[in-house]
């Protein structure tokens, strides 16, 4: 015992510097700009999904309604006529890519009225509002179109999953095509290519959907694959998407 | 405190920085073989990860203790990441100059040793030596700090003992 007291004397002999004041000055500083930065501001997941629940407007609701309707009573009456399948895909095919364009276009318009650098340095980063804004308008977007394709397989008595894999395949296509888009192109003309990716989205699709062969039973592993991969490359962009919004914020703070 | 700084209150960031940073800042200085350029910057790094983690952080027990898990840790982390240490274990940055010429170089003399003795510990033993004697904390701190469990802590404590017993033997003459 005697003797470890006296190491412990001996290891008490070891004495260090004075505290570098200039150095816990700097972590001061330093810490309490972190504590000013959005990163440091972080809110729930619920409260972003919330708030931005709230700042979305009235009229993409209705516009978005309005769309659905009319689709649904296209396919409605297509059903009730007994015209052939690919008149109310045709339909569809229209549909969904506009509705899609409404919902791209929200999630996107701090880039749009180019007010990223705004919602850049508010409280919450700029990532997180598109990505929940991106997540209330794609859940929306899917309900709706899901909802519109029920109604098409209820009145041509085609498999649910069928008339699902149909209207999946060009939506997420669609999606696809408008970030990438956003992605690619100058502020100011953003508008008129989202509008031309559209109608070449609807062309493109209008005419594939008219050949019969892809409709019969057996192309159903065709249709899942190419499911399978348009969801892939959705992925994919919406995580390019994503890393476009978190690249743009840091440039714009490396720049002050 | 954490509330407040969980909530964005600066000034609490500031007072716990100013009440902390001592004691953070010697067990890295110790744990770096007296590097205090290495250790202002782990210290440093130990603040800004709490703040990084402080929304999640759930206090149980003394808080000293959870700043002290993060700097084991962020020094454990650095010696895996960098390349080994040169330090100059005979020199000093100490600057208390109380005492004789004779009694200050006698001091220096015996501090260049101690560091020397711990310096010849493994990091686990050193880690513990630290934390035990610098500290003044007890071995259910140091485990759950070390992440070990309580008879490991004692181990490594009796072995880097016994070593540093042998070192002080040797540097006084075999007269302990």
């Known amino acids: ?256 | 405190m954490i509330k407040k700084i969980q909530a964005g209150d600066t000034e609490a960031f500031d007072a716990l920085v100013r009440k902390y940073y001592g004691i953070i800042y010697q067990f890295c200085y110790r744990r770096l073989n007296g590097d205090t350029d290495t250790a202002a910057d782990i210290t440093q790094d130990v603040f800004l990860k709490l703040l990084e983690n402080i929304h999640a952080v759930r206090m149980v027990g003394k808080f000293q203790n959870y700043l002290l898990t993060i700097a084991a840790n962020t020094c454990n982390n650095y010696f895996k990441k960098a390349k080994p240490i040169y330090t100059d274990l005979t020199t000093f940055d100490i600057t208390d100059d109380t005492g004789s010429a004779l009694e200050r170089a006698i001091q220096n003399e015996n501090m260049i040793e101690v560091r020397k003795a711990l310096h010849t510990l493994p990091d686990y033993q050193k880690e513990v030596i630290i934390l035990r004697f610098y500290h003044e904390l007890k071995i259910r701190e140091i485990a759950k700090i070390t992440e070990s469990n309580i008879p490991t802590a004692k181990s490594r404590l009796r072995q880097g003992l016994q070593k540093i017993k042998r070192y002080l033997e040797d540097f006084k003459g075999g007269d302990i």
């Open chain 1, 1 to 256: 015992m005697k003797k470890n007291n006296e190491i412990q004397e001996w290891l008490q002999l070891y004495d260090t510097p004075a505290i570098p004041k200039g150095k816990m000055n700097e972590l001061i500083s330093a810490g309490q700009r972190y504590m000013d930065s959005a990163e440091f501001n972080k809110n729930s997941l619920q409260t972003i999904l919330l708030s931005q629940l709230q700042y979305l407007p009235l009229f993409f609701w209705i516009v978005q309604v309005i769309l659905v309707a009319i689709a649904v009573v296209l396919v409605s009456l297509s059903g009730y006529w007994k015209v052939p399948l690919h008149y109310p895909l045709t339909v569809l095919m229209v549909m969904i890519p506009l509705i899609v364009l409404v919902g791209v276009r929200e999630v996107s318009k701090s880039n749009l009225y180019d007010m990223w650098e705004i919602e850049q340095s508010s409280r919450c980063q700029l990532v997180k509002i598109t990505a929940c804004r991106m997540l209330i308008v794609g859940l929306v977007d899917l309900f709706l179109v899901t909802g519109t394709l029920t109604v098409t397989s209820f009145y041509y008595q085609q498999s649910f999953i069928e008339v699902i894999l149909y209207g999946m395949v060009p939506f997420n296509i669609s999606c696809t095509c408008y970030l990438f888009t956003i992605m690619r192109n100058e502020k100011g003309q953003i508008s008129y290519h989202l509008f031309v990716c559209m109608i070449c989205i609807t062309v493109i699709f209008s005419i594939i959907l008219k050949q019969e062969v892809l409709f019969e039973t057996s192309m159903i592993w065709g249709w899942s694959i190419f499911y399978f991969f348009s969801l892939v490359l959705l992925a994919k962009t919406v995580w390019d998407y994503l890393e476009h919004e978190k690249k743009i914020g840091e440039l714009a703070w490396n720049l002050q």
